[in-house]
Structures are given as C-alpha cells and as structure tokens.
C-alpha cells in the first residue's frame, strides 16, 4: 500500500483539492496522511468530511499561539521532515506556499 503525505500549513477545509483527491486515493487503498497546524476554531468540522477510509489528520503538536509564526512554521517543517524520515511516504503533495518551507527541509536532509 502506497503512502502520501498531503501538507498544508493553513487550514485544510478552505481546500476543495484536499478533500476530493484524498477521498480518490483512498477509495484507491492508499494511504494518506494530512500534516497539518490546528485550526484555531471549528476544529471539529475538519474532522467530519468525509476524507476517505485510508485518510487521517495530523496535527502538530509543536505550534503555540506564544510563538510568532514563523517560529511556528520552523517547528511545523522539522516536525514534517521527521515524519517524512519516519514513515518514508512515496509521494508528498503540497498544498500552499508555506509549506513549502518544509520541502526544503526534507531536500536538504535526503
């Protein structure tokens, strides 16, 4: 079973992308996993769409609202790359600029 990472530092409801195609890959018996800040309200509405069987939220656990939010960023990138290192996923997708950030990370320490 193939595993993909889906990382999106904002949150994933505003993405129509996120919700159709990990209900796709799913449906298709991989794998997904979405890295993901908390979101400050509404948290359980992200929990209720339905994603698909093989999918699950991630949040990290490192983010406070004391740092600033490139702070946040940094811990969420290192917190991304461990997992990548982890878990070893076979395709990662993206899903804003920021999160990109964390695709540096895990360029730089493969």
Known sequence: ????????????????????????LSNKNYKIKIYTKKPEQNRDIIENLDLGKNCRIVYCPFLSKFFPN??????FSLYCLYKYFFFKPDNIIFFDKRSLISFLFIRIFK
Do not use: G
Not at 6 to 17: A, C, E, M, Q, R
Not at 70 to 75: D, M, Q, R, T, V
């Open 70 to 75: 490139f702070l946040n960023l940094f811990f």
């Open 1 to 24: 079973m193939k595993n993909f990472f889906f990382i999106s530092w904002n949150d994933p409801k505003f993405y129509n992308t996120i919700i159709f195609l990990s209900k796709r």
